[in-house]
């Protein structure tokens, strides 16, 4: 008996694929490498992925049909391609990220997001390379105060993968799940689905090289912060607060989180927001409606540096609201103030790189 190419590939045509319910041939899977020596046929079939479900019993069913519609003395040989290559594992995640911050608060409602999105632009306006994650899946407000509600970002394909492209704005890459849920409608998820979608947004995104990753963390100490720490190795963490007491009772459990013996991130500071009131008529004034001080005693006692103290301006909540955060302003009193923390944030991650081993990826294991 000869065999020739037509034979194989009718046989294949009898194949149907349960992905796409489509044959073999139909729907592209045999690759142009088919070769037949004899009685001996060898090909590739490609399928999407290398997790696909349907990998083993396809690749039993082409080599069943070849040998019922041929001939059972065939010799198969079927090898595998994929579409898409699969995510790289933990630890070799975004290989050309320099430093990984997470800003963080203990309670809400302290401006974390409002420092995070600061500290970004501020970066990016001393000429370094940034990244943007808003990492509350519940609560997202990066899209809103960068005025890009309506983006949707797109896949692009890279390296054999595809992969998220970040939105950007003010020079920096951005996203955030609020660029894929409806804004108006609560997002009902259990922990894990958040921790997943979490977790494509920073493994399945085209962050390329950036100097500063910075990691817009949800109030509290949750779900996501774990996941976070099990997915990447954060240089260091910068602790939001105001100065009231009740809110430097909630930093300093934000604080442990971080140093606890089994996460072991830096504290690379902290930073008060909201430290006085200056009205726009009287820029000269403070007025301490939240305490004063509290944060740089807080500092003082945790022995960690005191980076910023932001005051308390109506201009930081309007531009906040209308996608031009305040840094991007470096001639107003706050805008200036974000920029000196964002030089200060550069010296102590610096030093922290140079004083200190890199962090390790927080593994859990069971008891």
């Avoid at 040998?67 to 975004?94: A, C, N, Q, W």
């Avoid at 259990?190 to 920073?202: T, V, Y």
């Avoid at 403070?286 to 001080?293: P, V």
Wanted: charge should be neutral; include cysteine; glycine fraction near 8%.
């Amino acid at each position: 008996m000869t065999l020739y190419p037509k034979l194989i590939m009718d046989a294949l045509a009898t194949v149907t694929y349960p992905g796409n319910k489509k044959n073999l041939v139909e729907a592209e899977m045999v690759a142009d490498n088919l070769r037949i020596d004899g009685m001996k046929v060898s090909f590739s079939l490609i399928f999407p992925r290398e997790t696909d479900p349907f990998l083993k019993s396809t690749v039993k069913a082409a080599e069943a049909a070849i040998h019922y519609h041929v001939s059972k003395d065939v010799e198969v040989s079927i090898t595998t391609e994929f579409l898409s290559k699969p995510r790289p594992e933990v630890g070799k995640l975004l290989p050309d990220v320099k430093n990984v911050i997470a800003v963080s608060s203990g309670k809400g409602g302290v401006g974390k997001s409002t420092v995070a999105a600061n500290l970004a632009i501020a970066l990016a306006r001393l000429g370094y390379k940034v990244g943007l994650l808003d990492c509350d899946v519940f609560g997202p407000s990066v899209p809103k105060m960068f005025h890009v509600e309506d983006a949707r970002p797109y896949a692009v394909k890279k390296d054999g993968r595809d992969l998220i492209e970040p939105i950007e704005k003010y020079g920096i890459k951005l996203l955030s799940i609020g660029f894929f849920v409806n804004p108006d409608t609560a997002t009902l998820w259990r922990g894990g689905m958040a921790s997943n979608a979490l977790k494509q947004l920073i493994a399945d995104a085209d962050w390329g090289d950036l100097d500063y990753f910075i990691l817009d963390t949800p109030p509290g100490t949750s779900d996501i912060h774990l996941t976070l720490l099990q997915t990447l190795a954060i240089t260091g963490a910068v602790i939001v607060s105001t100065p009231q007491n009740v809110a430097l009772a909630d930093a300093r459990k934000g604080i442990d989180m971080y140093q606890n013996e089994k996460v072991g991130v830096p504290i690379l500071g902290l930073v008060e927001n909201m430290a006085w009131f200056t009205p726009a008529e009287l820029p000269e004034n403070k007025y301490y409606i939240f305490g004063r001080e509290g944060c740089k005693n807080l500092a003082k006692e945790m022995n960690v540096p005191l980076l910023a103290q932001i005051p308390l301006v109506q201009s930081i909540c309007e531009n906040g609201d209308n996608g031009t955060p305040a840094a991007t302003d470096s001639s107003s009193i706050t805008g200036l103030a974000f920029i000196n923390l964002a030089q200060a944030v550069v010296t102590v991650v610096n030093r922290r790189n140079k004083e200190q081993a890199p962090t390790k990826i927080v593994k859990v294991t069971k008891e």
